[in-house]
């Protein structure tokens, strides 16, 4: 993985809002390497909000985020140029990031025989699984998964968990948002909406 310090992702009394809207508040934890945390919550109540927050796209309303370590994220995006046929698009980031083969990532996400269709012709899981191959190919110690299953069938749910959990006994860190149960041991829960605004909670 990119770096020789141990990594480590953080969250301080944090806070985020939509619009005018406060989402959630005093928001804290600490991972260390090898820890995963599944983030759970209705639509709505903040999940891609603390993801983006995380990775640095989006700036808190209060509190602080705190890495160690390289951070690749997995949400909706790819990151791979839509216009380009799969193959080209991963080598173009292989290139960029300085990684090695693809070959063995692309053989097990079952992206062989779609290495010559253009992205924006990929399905949603299609496209989900590709975006998980440029991340495995980045070789970054942290990554942020916004549900990350959605789209899948349940061989490639197994697939993409089984990855996840390589991560993580590998010393990496994980934090996925999902509506799916993810069966990753040592797994941690954080329920948003703990941390939403009394006037938010549900009764």
């Not at 209060?62 to 890495?67: A, C, E, R, Y």
């Amino acid at each position: 993985m990119q770096g020789s310090a141990a990594p480590s992702l953080s969250a301080r009394d944090l806070a985020c809002r939509r619009g005018d809207r406060v989402l959630f508040r005093g928001l804290s934890f600490e991972l260390g390497p090898g820890a995963a945390m599944h983030v759970t919550g209705a639509n709505g109540t903040g999940k891609t909000t603390l993801i983006r927050a995380l990775a640095g796209l989006k700036t808190p309303f209060i509190g602080q985020v705190l890495s160690s370590g390289a951070i690749g994220l997995l949400d909706e995006r790819t990151g791979l140029d839509p216009d380009q046929p799969l193959g080209r698009a991963l080598q173009f980031w292989q290139s960029v990031d300085g990684c090695g083969d693809p070959a063995e990532t692309v053989t097990l996400l079952v992206l062989g025989p779609l290495l010559d269709v253009p992205v924006r012709y990929l399905s949603t899981g299609q496209r989900k699984r590709a975006g998980l191959a440029a991340l495995l190919g980045r070789n970054v110690p942290i990554w942020l998964l916004d549900e990350p299953l959605s789209g899948l069938d349940a061989r490639a749910m197994e697939q993409v968990t089984a990855l996840i959990s390589e991560h993580v006994t590998g010393g990496g860190i994980a934090l996925i948002a999902s509506h799916q149960p993810l069966a990753i041991e040592g797994l941690t829960t954080l329920a948003i909406e703990d941390y939403a605004p009394a006037a938010e909670r549900l009764p």
